[in-house]
């Protein structure tokens, strides 16, 4: 039994060969337009980030100054500039008080009576919450960065409760809060990632946490 072949004419393969051409060329549009897209959110979002870190308030007079230490001594300004103005005359700072909250074994560090998980920052929350009661301080201004003060925030809400009226924060104004665009796709991306990180690490273990 023999086979028939077809073959076609110059018209059908020339308009074959268009349709080709015209879906790859269609393809090419979706992908390039596709792409375009993606960097534009991805722009925006690493434009924004940064900034949705930010919470500030206005210094108020309160009981006691509370700073979260960091790199620099940007921090440290900050609250020693406060101390100055009179907003408060006394000063705690969380992080000077490990010691006195974890046992050292070994090259584990984190054996103490807080869960292994909690992040450095809330435990820094924590040990202020204690320290304020065993003071009886009533208000506080808690001094950190100003890309920190949203976590801040967040872990004084879960910790303080109805105690919160009664905090205020106020970032260093030794750093930048409203950085250039070369500044936050530069310097500020890592710090803004790691930031939300650490935010989402919280949200995902704090309700299983002790209040």
Same mark, same amino acid.
């Given at each position: ?13 020339? *308009? !074959? @060969?268009? %349709? ?18 993606? !960097? ?17 308030? %206005? ?16 921090? *440290? ?27 050292? %074994? ?14 450095? !920052?809330?435990? *820094?929350?924590?040990?202020?919450? %204690? ?19 949203? @976590?801040? @925030?967040?872990?004084?809400? $879960? ?12 970032? !260093? ?10 500044? @936050? ?12 990180? $650490? ?13």
């Amino acid at each position: 039994m023999s086979k028939e072949l077809t073959t076609l004419g110059p018209d059908k393969t020339c *308009e !074959t @060969r268009n %349709r080709m051409r015209t879906g790859l060329k269609n393809t090419s549009i979706v992908l390039l337009s596709a792409l375009a897209i993606s !960097t534009a959110i991805a722009f925006i979002a690493l434009y924004y980030a940064p900034g949705l870190l930010v919470y500030a308030d %206005r210094p108020v007079k309160s009981d006691v100054i509370v700073l979260f230490k960091g790199k620099g001594s940007d921090r *440290e300004k900050e609250a020693l500039l406060l101390l100055g103005e009179g907003y408060s005359p006394y000063l705690i700072i969380p992080a000077q008080q490990f010691p006195q909250y974890f046992i050292n %074994r070994g090259r584990n560090k984190r054996n103490s009576i807080f869960p292994p998980y909690y992040e450095q !920052t809330h435990l *820094e929350v924590l040990i202020a919450e %204690r320290l304020m009661k065993e003071k009886g301080f009533k208000s506080a201004i808690f001094v950190s960065s100003p890309y920190h003060m949203r @976590r801040i @925030r967040l872990m004084t809400e $879960k910790i303080f409760g109805k105690e919160l009226s009664n905090i205020v924060f106020v970032p !260093t104004r030794f750093e930048a809060s409203r950085p250039s665009l070369v500044r @936050r796709t530069l310097s500020n991306c890592s710090n803004a990632v790691s930031e939300y990180a $650490k935010i989402l690490w919280f949200l995902m273990y704090s309700p299983f946490a002790p209040s």
